[in-house]
């Protein structure tokens, strides 16, 4: 049974416009969360973390935001580039085991030019 | 700034062969993991090894083997290759320890095996 859940396997977005992903978790003892970036041919990049002390982190165009009472992830993108057109990986780790991470499946995003 | 290496990139099996998958990074990382990825299924971790000269079990571990042959280097092995393990396989590295222990893995470009 999946532990992290992206419901939306693919989204289309027009470029310049907000870019929303989405991740549900069950494990309520995960206390960080990762979103990788992955393009074809490639291994998944690191883009952006939240530890489960924070509800809100930055990082230029991108912001993660953390509900935990909702067991619920977002990754915002602000404006979205064609460039950002990629596979897009929620990821999580649990408190007792710094070792383990769980993955979704993937939301696929087309930045329309 | 090579980061993780997989070999090979590529490969084609038959049923009841056997293969090593290679890993190696370079950034001096304590901890190393091997991943599979299937259509639909996200990246599941097959093993792990913490630190060098030890290894665990993750998700998958059924049919594969691994070895941590030094800080740089952990293979994974298919002794008996079946059709159910084609798949891409990513390995990663991090250093988790201490006070870096929310620290982010590290991507290999994986590797696409096929098993028929």
């Known amino acids: 049974d999946q532990q992290v859940k992206q419901n939306s396997p693919s989204l289309s977005v027009q470029e310049g416009r907000i870019s929303i992903l989405n991740c549900d978790y069950t494990n309520s003892m995960f206390d960080y969360f990762l979103w990788y970036k992955k393009y074809p041919a490639e291994g998944p990049t690191f883009l952006i973390s939240i530890s489960s002390i924070k509800d809100k982190n930055e990082d230029g165009r991108f912001t993660v935001f953390l509900n935990k009472s909702a067991k619920h992830l977002s990754l915002h993108i602000v404006p979205s580039q064609p460039g950002d057109s990629a596979v897009y990986f929620c990821a999580a780790k649990g408190l007792h085991n710094f070792n383990k991470f769980y993955f979704g499946s993937g939301t696929k995003l087309n930045v329309k030019p | 700034n090579a980061g993780v290496t997989q070999t090979p990139k590529f490969q084609v099996l038959k049923t009841g062969q056997s293969m090593t998958l290679q890993c190696a990074q370079d950034m001096n990382h304590n901890s190393m993991y091997w991943y599979r990825q299937d259509p639909g299924m996200g990246l599941r971790l097959i093993y792990y090894?913490?630190?060098?000269?030890?290894?665990d079990k993750g998700e998958v571990p059924n049919g594969y083997n691994v070895s941590r042959l030094n800080k740089r280097e952990f293979s994974l092995r298919l002794e008996s290759a079946a059709p159910s393990q084609t798949s891409v396989y990513f390995c990663?590295?991090?250093?988790?320890?201490?006070?870096?222990?929310?620290?982010?893995?590290?991507f290999g470009d994986g590797t696409r095996l096929s098993i028929l």
């Open positions: 090894s913490a630190s060098e000269g030890t290894t």
């Open positions: 990663a590295s991090r250093d988790p320890g201490g006070s870096l222990r929310n620290q982010p893995q590290h």
